[in-house]
């Protein structure tokens, strides 16, 4: 699932093509008709769903139309890589312990939107990128995998961003198989 860019999707299904994570990455969805997302997954030849949610009146109604798609499409684990949109408990018990987010930072430093931002208001000299299964509580649950980014003191937003993303695009795989592990022992 995702809104925006959509770089962390395609790591996951090159990583998945190269057999980095035995997965298929069978379906994207969005919540923004014009995300840069999109343009990845039909370059990328994966199939993808628009489902707006100014169309429902509730969260719940919304997810609700997500999870008949996810079942439809018979999937296993839900990653959120950039939805920016909270999820309720109704997505969440879909997919007990199947759901999985990523976030820039180093949990639980920093949760929330603007991540990024905060950590260089908080001036620390250390930030990061965590993978995690989702809980109610936003930008929570048990942590998967972390990388650790470097603060410099040239940095901006733009350029802290970019060395996160390096390190996101090499953790989300890496967590997307640790859950499978988990998964597979359940
Ligand atoms: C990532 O930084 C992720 O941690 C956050 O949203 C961003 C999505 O980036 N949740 P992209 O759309 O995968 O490029």
Redesign the pocket.
Known sequence: M??????????LVIASRNQVVKADISLLIVNNPN???IKRAKRLNIPFVFLNHKEFSSRIDYEKEIIKHLKNNQIEGVV?????RIVSNRLIDAYPDRLI????SILPSFRGID??DQALKAKVKLTG?SVHLVEAEVDSGPILIQAAVPIYQTDNKESL?RR??TQ?HKILPMGVSIAGRIWRRS
């Not at 995702?2 to 790591?11: I, L, P």
């Not at 987010?101 to 820039?104: A, D, K, L, R």
């Open positions: 995702a809104s925006g860019n959509g770089s962390n999707f395609e790591a995300c840069e997302a959120m890589a950039g939805w920016m987010n990523i976030h820039p991540a990024i990128c961003s996160i993303q996101e």
